[in-house]
């Protein structure tokens, strides 16, 4: 049973008040997704408001074909693709299907902990949506491959080839920038179990 199904029931009945407590269950978590969408504390902050004004105005509508909280992280990642796309439109955006492969870089490769994890995000930001998408939820969010299949509206083998690419990608790139470490530790994309 979902536990938040009973608030998206109160705020059909029109009881507001529902909102606030799904607000207090999943602002955090949401914050932190969308802020590694959007790597902007502001624009992830009005993601995550945005997002439940959208779902306030969905809930009427809502129909539990996945958990509360799934809907909700697929309505912030509408919500941060939107932000992205204004983003983009401001700035060039880097991608990993751009100039041969790599993103152009500035700076030479870091050598300390700390600079390889912004190298690494870094690679994160220029993968193609679909594929930073996926590796996002399911590698950083820890979403079972089913969660990120609901919350992006494909199947789990999808996802499973998705974050598989999503990682080849960047150990290339990587590789590509002569980093010796390896910054991505294989995790078995096989079925997490949902918590």
Known sequence: MDPDLPLIHALQSGDDSALNELMRRHREPLFHFAFRMVRNEAAAG???????????????????K???KTWLYSIALNVSRDQLRRLAKRRGDLSLDAAGG??????????SRGDDFRLLQRGIEALPPQLREALILFA??????????????ITPKTVELRVYHAKQKLREWLKGLGN???LLRDRPTSERSTP
Not at 52 to 59: G, K, P, S, T
Not at 102 to 111: F, G, I, Q, T, V
Not at 143 to 150: C, G, I, P, T
């Open 140 to 153: 950083l969010e820890q979403k079972s491959q089913r969660e990120v299949a609901e919350i992006l509206g």
């Open 66 to 68: 996945a958990t509360v």
């Open 102 to 111: 790599r993103p152009e870089l500035s700076e030479k490769p870091p050598d």
């Open 180 to 182: 010796a470490g390896d």
């Open 46 to 64: 009005d993601i995550v408001q945005e997002s439940f004004v959208r779902a306030y105005f969905a809930a009427a509508s809502f129909k539990p």
